[in-house]
T-cell receptor, first 112, second 115 residues
Framework: KQEVTQIPAALSVPEGENLVLNCSFT??????LQWFRQDPGKGLTSLLL?????REQTSGRLNASLDKSSGRSTLYIAASQPGDSATYLC???????????FGAGTTVTVRA | GAGVSQSPSNKVTEKGKDVELRCDPI?????LYWYRQSLGQGLEFLIY????????KSGLPSDRFSAERTGGSVSTLTIQRTQQEDSAVYLC?????????????FGEGSRLTVL
């Protein structure tokens, strides 16, 4: 069974500070890893998808790295803004499986 | 469509009633997933469709839950004789098939409240 852990569970930072969100998984035989954002009462918005053959993906202020052998991914958000306040979830898809296994998420608050 | 569409967005029902939740995936996406998110909890996998087939239904919480997908497109999740513990947000997602699997896109969810 794939276990996905996200640390920290919650994070509060002042505006402008860089954010570092961590995700670890137990089974390194994965197809890909995906980062999502969830606003209160909303569905999940896909942020970045990293295939197992990739080391990182970038989109604007977001950068996600993947170290498959150690079972870790990190999401960096540069120059945080109050609009970045949300819950961030990582999910991995195992080669032996078809469904994404989700972490519990990191709830981020960016203070103006 | 442009995104995954779910209906209804909100449903309030009485204990013991049946409910149907609908998901319309992104056009051309062969894979469709149902997840459940209870208040303050993580995402719980329910069922996965590849085309019209559901290879694994083991995530369904009980035999009161069923799902079908027709024409490789729209899916319906049915909950019979609803219980209060069924109250949650039911999320549908779709992706392209193949290997490696494509990016997963979620709908806004159907919030179910069982009184």
């Amino acid at each position: 069974k794939q276990e996905v852990t996200q640390i920290p569970a919650a994070l509060s930072v002042p505006e402008g500070e860089n954010l570092v969100l961590n995700c670890s998984f137990t089974d390194s035989a994965i197809y890909n890893l995906q980062w999502f954002r969830q606003d209160p009462g909303k569905g999940l918005t896909s942020l970045l998808l990293i295939q197992s053959s990739q080391r990182e993906q970038t989109s604007g202020r977001l950068n996600a790295s993947l170290d498959k052998s150690s079972g870790r991914s990190t999401l960096y958000i540069a120059a945080s803004q109050p609009g970045d306040s949300a819950t961030y979830l990582c999910a991995v898809r195992r080669v032996s499986d078809y469904k994404l296994s989700f972490g519990a998420g990191t709830t981020v608050t960016v203070r103006a | 469509g442009a995104g995954v569409s779910q209906s209804p967005s909100n449903k309030v029902t009485e204990k013991g009633k049946d409910v149907e939740l609908r998901c319309d995936p992104i056009s051309g996406h062969t894979a469709l997933y149902w997840y459940r998110q209870s208040l303050g909890q993580g995402l719980e996998f329910l069922i996965y469709f590849q085309g019209n087939s559901a290879p694994d239904k083991s995530g369904l919480p009980s035999d009161r839950f069923s799902a079908e997908r027709t024409g490789g497109s729209v899916s319906t999740l049915t909950i019979q004789r609803t219980q209060q513990e069924d109250s949650a947000v039911y999320l549908c997602a779709s992706s392209s098939g193949g290997a490696p699997p494509g990016e997963l896109f979620f709908g806004e969810g159907s919030r179910l409240t069982v009184l």
